[in-house]
């Protein structure tokens, strides 16, 4: 399961590639805001740059002409764009419109599998269930995912699943044994991710142990290539 960061932000998105564990970024009109006033397309296009995946940016538009208007518009912006594109019967029209053109289109705000049926029909490149969401109004979200994924998988279609609307690391967990191909994750999450109160502890007594024996010193000793007396690595 590959690794999205879910999120307009540019320091977040240097920290998460730098890590080597994103591989691409999901947006959305909410997340843009969060940034402030910015230019959107000069934002967007920043992302990209740093980005060696896909990077998923948002229409505005209601209508599937207006849609497909800023999706060619969008698809300019960088070669690994995405466009996202609202799961609504003017949505359907658009994706399909728009995958003829080899835009490729992140079907979101989904939440249900005869949703999913018709993104994929439509030729949608990924799919993104929200999984927060449904959780929210007391229906299991994740559900959701495990029948889209067996869904495309009984019927070999290439569209992906990218599990949206992560709330926390239990989600990422389950969203890795439903089979999802992509987790699209906060910042926060992604974090505390490798957070775990055994290895903090078992790093300090490591790390105590060594210093107990060896001192401060040695630490450094350990890591040192020694040389001979004229200053020639021995090694």
Same mark, same amino acid.
């Given at each position: ?103 490729? %289109?992140? &079907?979101?705000?989904?939440?249900? +599998?005869?949703?999913? $049926?018709? *993104? @994929?029909?439509?030729?949608? /490149? ?22 889209? %994924?067996? &869904?495309?998988?009984?019927?070999? +279609?290439?569209?992906? $699943?990218? *599990? @949206?609307?992560?709330?926390? /690391? ?66």
């Amino acid at each position: 399961m590959q690794l999205f960061l879910d999120t307009a932000n540019i320091d977040h998105i240097r920290h998460g590639v730098e890590l080597g564990v994103v591989t691409g970024v999901t947006t959305n009109p909410s997340l843009v805001s969060r940034e402030g006033k910015v230019i959107y397309r000069d934002l967007v296009r920043e992302i990209c740059s740093i980005v060696p995946g896909p990077v998923s940016t948002e229409v505005l538009g209601q209508d599937a002409s207006q849609m497909v208007v800023e999706a060619r518009e969008i698809a300019k912006w960088a070669e690994n764009i995405v466009v996202k594109i609202p799961a609504s019967l003017e949505g359907v029209k658009a994706t399909s419109v728009l995958t003829k053109e080899n835009i490729k %289109v992140n &079907f979101t705000l989904c939440f249900s +599998l005869n949703q999913a $049926v018709l *993104a @994929a029909a439509a030729g949608a /490149t990924f799919i993104s269930p929200f999984v927060g969401r449904l959780d929210d109004i007391g229906e299991d979200g994740m559900r959701v995912v495990i029948d889209i %994924v067996q &869904f495309l998988s009984y019927y070999r +279609l290439p569209t992906q $699943v990218i *599990a @949206a609307s992560i709330r926390h /690391t239990q989600h990422c967990v389950m969203a890795a044994k439903a089979g999802a191909h992509i987790a699209t994750i906060p910042y926060r999450v992604l974090l505390q991710m490798i957070q775990h109160p055994l290895t903090d502890t078992g790093i300090r007594r490591f790390t105590d142990d060594w210093r107990k024996v060896m001192g401060d010193e040695g630490i450094v000793e350990a890591f040192t290539i020694p040389k001979d007396d004229q200053g020639n690595s021995s090694r």
